[in-house]
T-cell receptor, first 108, second 115 residues
């Protein structure tokens, strides 16, 4: 089965603290994984994709095939990072399968 | 407006009525997706179009749900005989190119409330 699991519904940290948003997947073959973000009153948008190995707004995510994980990390959280984050997996039919989402709350 | 446009933004209907939700993708985007987001839950895939054919409609929850697309343009999601469990935000997204890069551009959604 192709599946994405985000175990935390809510993650609350203080400004300046490190952040790790967890994502685990189930997929046979080479997965393509993504992180999407939805800021308050904005549309859902792509944050980063694993094949680009990019860092966007200080966030990075490394694909760990051994642990079937694609956790999103940032060393120092900012208040403007508060948002809903979704991990997504591209299925073998081309659609994106999304996780349940994690709300990140960064407190001042 | 260059983004994905959805209408209506809000729809309240009575149980048993039919509803139509519309999506205008970004011009030139060949792929179009419908997702559903129930309160407190993640995005649930419904159907995806490449041009006007639907390679994957595995997520449509029942035969009350149908969708069509005209060419590489507008798509309509129709829900017949609505039930209360159909209440959700229905999100449309589009992406360019025949090879899905995984970058989807989302609309603001249509919030459906079934009384």
């Amino acid at each position: 089965a192709q599946r994405v699991t985000q175990p935390e519904k809510l993650l609350s940290v203080f400004k300046g603290a490190p952040v790790e948003l967890k994502c685990n997947y189930s997929y046979s073959g080479s997965p393509e994984l993504f992180w999407y973000v939805q800021y308050s009153r904005q549309r859902l948008q792509l944050l980063l994709r694993h094949i680009s190995r990019e860092s966007i707004k200080g966030f990075t995510a490394d694909l760990n095939k051994g642990e079937t994980s694609f956790h999103l990390k940032k060393p120092f959280a900012q208040e403007e990072d508060s948002a809903m984050y979704y991990c997504a997996l591209k299925s073998n039919t081309g659609k994106l399968i999304f996780g349940q989402g994690t709300t990140l709350q960064v407190k001042p | 407006g260059a983004g994905v446009s959805q209408s209506p933004s809000n729809k309240v209907t009575e149980k048993g009525k039919d509803v139509e939700l519309r999506c205008d993708p970004i011009s030139g985007h060949t792929a179009l997706y419908w997702y559903r987001q129930r309160l407190g839950q993640g995005l649930e895939f419904l159907i995806y179009f490449q041009g006007n054919s639907a390679p994957d409609k595995s997520g449509l929850p029942s035969d009350r749900f149908s969708a069509e697309r005209t060419g590489e343009s507008v798509s309509t999601l129709t829900i017949q005989r609505t039930q209360q469990e159909d209440s959700a935000v229905y999100l449309c997204a589009s992406s360019k190119g025949r090879k899905n890069t995984g970058e989807l551009f989302f609309g603001e959604g249509s919030r459906l409330t079934v009384l």
